[in-house]
Structure formats: C-alpha cells, structure tokens
Nanobody
Framework: QVQLVESGGGLVQAGGSLRLSCAASGRTFSSYGMGWFRQSPGKEREFVGSISWSGGTTYYANSVKGRFSISRDNAKNTVYLQMNSLKPEDTAVYYC?????????????????WGQGTRVTVSS
C-alpha cells in the first residue's frame, strides 16, 4: 500500500483557482490509478476525477468536467488536481485515493489507500 498526503486546500473566492497535491510514499506509486473524491457536510463522498497509472486515461464527474483537471508526476510520486472556475458548491473536503489495479475510475471500491483530506472553501 501507499500512504497519501493531500495539500493545497484553502479559502478562495468563486471564480478562482486552486491546485491540490497528493504526495505518495512507496516505490510502486507509478503502478496505481489515482482518484480524487470530495465530501461536503451532510453529503456522501462523491467522485471528482481519476487518472490511470500511466496518465493516459482520465475521468471526471460531470459537475467538474471542463473546470478541473488531473495530472500526475510519477517521478515525484505526486498527483495533482487543478481546479478552475471554482463555485461555492465545490466546497468540500477533498481526498485522494490509490487504486492498485492501475485503472482508477469513479467507484470508491477499488481504492485501497486514502489520504486524510484537505479542505476547500469557495466563498460567493
């Protein structure tokens, strides 16, 4: 398994941007699919986006498509979530997760390692 630590959250005005980072420990990071999920108070955790082990395949939730993008740097054991045109409804705790199959995807079931989360607050 890998250990994951998210960073980059904070307070931003609507329309602004943030970039979240997820640093992973372990030599096998490059074989994992990586996902980003978020959870708002009173809501279930929801899928944001994912990226395959090679970076060649990405998926996004409809709610963030065209505004968010995921990338990874396997040499740095890090995956990123670039968030643009932020909206108040993007306010949540954001979690990264690692899928050992290398695929990623929208279901939380394949993900076996989770970070502690980083809070994003978008003010109107």
């Amino acid at each position: 398994q890998v250990q994951l630590v998210e960073s980059g959250g904070g307070l931003v005005q609507a329309g602004g941007s943030l970039r979240l980072s997820c640093a992973a420990s372990g030599r096998t990071f490059s074989s994992y699919g990586m996902g980003w999920f978020r959870q708002s108070p009173g809501k279930e955790r929801e899928f944001v986006g994912s990226i395959s082990w090679s970076g060649g395949t990405t998926y996004y939730a409809n709610s963030v498509k065209g505004r968010f993008s995921i990338s990874r740097d396997n040499a740095k054991n890090t995956v990123y979530l670039q968030m643009n045109s932020l909206k108040p409804e993007d306010t949540a705790v954001y979690y990264c997760a690692a899928d050992p199959s290398g695929y990623g995807g929208s279901s939380y079931r394949p993900y076996q390692s989770w970070g502690q989360g980083t809070r994003v607050t978008v003010s109107s």
